[in-house]
């Protein structure tokens, strides 16, 4: 053990003890906080290393750029150089404040595809099937119009844009006329095709977890929340979890726990605080001076993402958003959405999208889109010349697997993190075929008033090796790790089903690092999911599993890559399509024989 770390817990201040104590207060601690507060009998301390997330900046849709680059708002994270991209380190954002990552994001709400459960649950994690989930996204949403499988109650305000631009429409209309399906709602009953995105958007301003659950939790008095407190470690009685050591302002803490310690710090920090407290590969933990807890070697492995890449087409129309980013266009902007909350600053502008499959054999889709009627990268930073229009394209499942691990022992320290991107041969088959299906629908008659030459990735890339030289160049991450605790029936799974940590007695992770793979999707709306359930759980309860779940699917999709009608459900065929979806994961396919 380090000089640091022994001065560090010396003589700490002791912040009480509590019935549960949550590390973060991103988007599943923020659930955790209030659905285990709702009994007024429980005591909960929730620990930020973040500090408030008052500022108009988080609170106006448009501007998301904002907070995602600023320091104070973000951990200001980059990967290891990435093998699979000829050594570039990729830009990692993670949320750091109240609401974690929910307050820096896209705001886009997309549940993921009903079979992303059904594979959950085929590789282990018992209980996740599609029918006992779909009761937590009801119970969490409050869906402005709602839908036959949404909800209308829940604390998080979920609504469409306004679309008033024709370019959202144009994109719609033109994956249909490449001979895609439409949807009428992506998180309704058909996930797959084209058509309206939903966004977190309530009175004008963004609804992160933070103001649907942690503030209503805070005001019941039951709930303590500590900002800028900075977690070292868990601690344990031989094996059970009894309490937490951070420090506030360089000032050692420490608060005890009677019944749970939860770590909800995200895919990238859970495992970190887990390794930190003796829990994770006996042999890094050795080099780093740290006593083993449990030998559990899973522990930062696993780590998913989704990347994207962004398709430019100029437009030949004065239609675009591009005279909303002159410095008077965003003062426009901005005055008009601080007295009214509304107009261009009162959505994320992600108002149409898309979820199709790469290739034949696909059970469900693998890529999405994003559309936005600008030309510009998701940051902010770079800006066509002139009106232009965008999709945001990316694989969903891919099969490059990373880590965390830790630069040394100090709390203050941010880890090591690689995703091994493009590692996997099977990545650069989807996202060729990314480029190439975009530009395919691009090229349809509803662009055809608007479309004016290719931005980029430029007319000259065409060939595997062009298109693969552009992807190594300019594939980014959507910022959505996973998989780092994940969750199983194995004894190589890191966390239960439930979220306990195996090997040990009162820890629980409940955060994005249990997922087992990755959702067809942004992964907010799972990650507040899977919190509502867990919560549950922990108190050893759960919904009823829902009647009516369907599981649709293309009828031939083993042999065609798209069509207009996702009308298969085989929800009847559940063992036969858990066998597909595993042999999908893998790499490999099933000819459509149910049985």
Same mark, same amino acid.
């Given at each position: 053990?380090?000089?640091?770390?022994?001065?560090?817990?010396?003589?700490?201040?002791?912040?009480?003890?509590?019935?549960?104590?949550?590390?973060?207060?991103?988007?599943?601690?923020?659930?955790?906080?209030?659905?285990?507060?709702?009994?007024?009998?429980?005591?909960?301390?929730?620990?930020?290393?973040?500090?408030?997330?008052?500022?108009?900046?988080?609170?106006?849709?448009?501007?998301?750029?904002?907070?995602?680059?600023?320091?104070?708002?973000?951990?200001?994270?980059?990967?290891?150089?990435?093998?699979?991209?000829?050594?570039?380190?990729?830009?990692?954002?993670?949320?750091?404040?109240?609401?974690?990552?929910?307050?820096?994001?896209?705001?886009?709400?997309?549940?993921?595809?009903?079979?992303?459960?059904?594979?959950?649950?085929?590789?282990?994690?018992?209980?996740?099937?599609?029918? !006992?989930?779909?009761?937590?996204?009801?119970?969490?949403?409050?869906?402005?119009?709602?839908?036959?499988?949404?909800?209308? !109650?829940?604390?998080? /305000?979920?609504?469409?844009?306004?679309?008033? !631009?024709?370019?959202?429409?144009?994109?719609?209309?033109?994956?249909?006329?490449?001979?895609?399906?439409?949807?009428?709602?992506? !998180?309704?009953?058909?996930?797959?095709?084209?058509?309206?995105?939903?966004?977190?958007?309530?009175?004008?301003?963004?609804?992160?977890?933070?103001?649907?659950?942690?503030?209503?939790?805070?005001?019941?008095?039951?709930?303590?929340?500590?900002?800028?407190?900075?977690?070292?470690?868990?601690?344990?009685?031989?094996?059970?979890?009894?309490?937490?050591?951070?420090?506030?302002?360089?000032?050692?803490?420490?608060?005890?726990?009677?019944?749970?310690?939860?770590?909800?710090?995200?895919?990238?920090?859970?495992?970190?605080?887990?390794?930190?407290?003796?829990?994770?590969?006996?042999? =890094?933990?050795?080099?780093?001076?740290?006593?083993?807890?449990?030998?559990?070697?899973?522990?930062?492995?696993?780590?998913?993402?989704?990347?994207?890449?962004?398709?430019?087409?100029?437009?030949?129309?004065?239609?675009?958003?591009?005279?909303?980013?002159?410095?008077?266009?965003?003062?426009?902007?901005?005055? =008009?959405?601080?007295?009214?909350?509304?107009?261009?600053?009162?959505?994320? /502008?992600?108002?149409?999208?898309?979820?199709?499959?790469?290739?034949?054999?696909?059970?469900?889709?693998?890529?999405?889109?994003?559309?936005?009627?600008?030309?510009?990268s998701y940051d902010g930073q770079t800006l066509a010349a002139g009106h232009g229009f965008q999709v945001h394209v990316g694989t969903k499942r891919s099969k490059s697997r990373g880590w965390v691990r830790l630069r040394d022992a100090r709390p203050e320290s941010l880890p090591r993190v690689r995703f091994n991107y493009m590692t996997h041969s099977d990545d650069w088959t989807e996202f060729r075929a990314c480029v190439r299906l975009t530009r395919e629908i691009f090229a349809q008659p509803a662009f055809a008033p608007y479309r004016g030459r290719e931005l980029a990735p430029g007319a000259a890339v065409q060939d595997d090796a062009a298109i693969d030289a552009f992807l190594k160049q300019k594939l980014e991450s959507a910022y959505h790790p996973c998989g780092t605790c994940r969750m199983g029936s194995d004894e190589a799974a890191v966390t239960f089903p439930d979220g306990r940590v195996r090997g040990v007695e009162a820890l629980?992770?409940?955060?994005?690092?249990?997922?087992?793979?990755?959702?067809?999707?942004?992964?907010?709306?799972?990650?507040?999911?899977?919190?509502?359930?867990?919560?549950?759980?922990?108190?050893?309860?759960?919904?009823?599993?829902?009647?009516?779940?369907?599981?649709?699917?293309?009828?031939?999709?083993?042999?065609?890559?798209?069509?207009?009608?996702?009308?298969?459900?085989?929800?009847?065929?559940?063992?036969?399509?858990?066998?597909?979806?595993?042999?999908?994961?893998?790499?490999?396919?099933?000819?459509?024989?149910?049985?």
């Amino acid at each position: 053990m380090s000089t640091l770390k022994q001065t560090s817990l010396s003589s700490p201040q002791d912040e009480g003890r509590y019935d549960y104590i949550i590390v973060g207060a991103g988007a599943a601690g923020c659930v955790m906080a209030n659905r285990l507060g709702e009994d007024p009998d429980l005591r909960i301390l929730v620990i930020e290393a973040g500090g408030s997330d008052a500022s108009l900046f988080v609170s106006m849709p448009a501007a998301l750029s904002i907070p995602m680059n600023t320091k104070r708002f973000n951990w200001g994270m980059k990967t290891e150089p990435e093998p699979g991209l000829d050594g570039r380190q990729v830009n990692l954002p993670r949320g750091k404040g109240l609401g974690g990552s929910s307050s820096i994001n896209g705001m886009c709400w997309v549940r993921g595809n009903p079979m992303d459960y059904e594979l959950w649950e085929a590789l282990g994690a018992d209980g996740w099937r599609w029918s !006992n989930v779909l009761p937590y996204f009801q119970r969490l949403e409050n869906v402005e119009g709602g839908g036959s499988l949404r909800g209308v !109650n829940g604390p998080m /305000h979920i609504k469409r844009g306004p679309e008033t !631009n024709p370019l959202y429409r144009a994109f719609v209309k033109a994956g249909n006329e490449a001979g895609y399906a439409l949807s009428d709602n992506m !998180n309704n009953r058909q996930h797959e095709g084209f058509g309206p995105m939903e966004m977190n958007v309530c009175d004008g301003r963004r609804m992160s977890a933070a103001r649907a659950y942690l503030r209503p939790a805070i005001a019941r008095g039951n709930v303590r929340v500590i900002k800028g407190g900075l977690v070292d470690r868990v601690m344990f009685d031989g094996r059970r979890a009894t309490g937490v050591l951070f420090s506030v302002a360089g000032k050692p803490a420490r608060a005890m726990a009677t019944r749970e310690v939860i770590l909800s710090a995200g895919a990238i920090m859970s495992p970190v605080i887990l390794k930190r407290s003796g829990v994770g590969p006996a042999r =890094e933990l050795a080099q780093q001076g740290i006593a083993v807890i449990h030998d559990s070697p899973e522990v930062g492995e696993n780590l998913m993402d989704h990347m994207e890449l962004y398709l430019q087409m100029e437009c030949t129309q004065p239609v675009s958003l591009f005279p909303t980013q002159s410095l008077l266009g965003k003062a426009r902007i901005g005055i =008009e959405w601080l007295a009214t909350r509304r107009g261009p600053g009162a959505t994320n /502008h992600f108002e149409s999208g898309g979820h199709i499959r790469s290739r034949a054999g696909i059970v469900y889709p693998d890529i999405q889109f994003h559309f936005l009627p600008l030309a510009i990268s998701y940051d902010g930073q770079t800006l066509a010349a002139g009106h232009g229009f965008q999709v945001h394209v990316g694989t969903k499942r891919s099969k490059s697997r990373g880590w965390v691990r830790l630069r040394d022992a100090r709390p203050e320290s941010l880890p090591r993190v690689r995703f091994n991107y493009m590692t996997h041969s099977d990545d650069w088959t989807e996202f060729r075929a990314c480029v190439r299906l975009t530009r395919e629908i691009f090229a349809q008659p509803a662009f055809a008033p608007y479309r004016g030459r290719e931005l980029a990735p430029g007319a000259a890339v065409q060939d595997d090796a062009a298109i693969d030289a552009f992807l190594k160049q300019k594939l980014e991450s959507a910022y959505h790790p996973c998989g780092t605790c994940r969750m199983g029936s194995d004894e190589a799974a890191v966390t239960f089903p439930d979220g306990r940590v195996r090997g040990v007695e009162a820890l629980r992770v409940v955060d994005a690092s249990l997922m087992p793979a990755a959702t067809a999707g942004d992964l907010q709306a799972p990650t507040l999911m899977l919190a509502e359930r867990l919560s549950d759980l922990i108190r050893g309860r759960h919904l009823p599993e829902a009647q009516g779940a369907a599981l649709l699917a293309d009828p031939q999709w083993a042999t065609r890559q798209r069509g207009p009608n996702i009308t298969r459900d085989y929800s009847s065929e559940r063992n036969w399509l858990a066998a597909a979806l595993l042999e999908n994961a893998k790499g490999q396919q099933l000819p459509m024989v149910a049985g």
